[in-house]
């Protein structure tokens, strides 16, 4: 009898903090979620004796178990999904620099006078835009046509400022 006792008490303290928890709560926005949130602790309370007359409370357990573990390799695969494509990310602007510097490498071999260049790949890592700004007129046109005649780029894809 003191077993259901406590049980009555518990259910009732526990109402009354609910209530007063949803008195005191922020915004209209939030307490659908604390109503929600509130309605599971709360049946959960209410099934806990029954639960455990029937012996279903490592069941329960082991479910809310299962629930959390599958949410953390879910969160792990997301994880693991940004930090790939954060890698490639990291590995196409080495490639566009490596390429830059190459450029610059060829520039210098035939005298021409380049400011800067900049390179854009594509996601296949292909060139997409070779940005070509000349110190001296001229320079920028040769070694553009250098770049397209040894790597096949189209003209278009190569522009001289």
């Not at 040769?142 to 522009?159: F, I, S």
Request: hydrophobic share 45%.
């Amino acid at each position: 009898m003191q077993t259901f006792v406590d049980w009555i008490r518990s259910v009732l303290i526990l109402y009354f903090l609910m209530m007063i928890v949803l008195y005191f709560s922020a915004g209209e926005s939030y307490k659908k979620f604390i109503r929600f949130f509130m309605g599971l602790v709360f049946a959960l309370t209410i099934l806990a004796p029954l639960l455990r007359l029937l012996g279903q409370t490592d069941a329960l357990r082991e479910g809310i178990s299962y629930e959390h573990f599958r949410q953390n390799m879910e969160e792990a695969q997301l994880d693991f999904s940004h930090m790939e494509q954060t890698e490639a990310e990291v590995y196409r602007r080495h490639y566009e620099r490596a390429l830059e510097e190459q450029f610059r490498e060829i520039a210098a071999e035939r005298l021409l006078q380049i400011k800067s260049i900049t390179v854009m790949l594509d996601n296949n890592y292909e060139p997409q835009q070779v940005r070509i700004e000349e110190t001296l007129k001229g320079d920028g046109e040769v070694l553009r046509d250098y770049l397209c005649e040894v790597y096949g780029l189209e003209k278009g894809q190569v522009v001289v400022e």
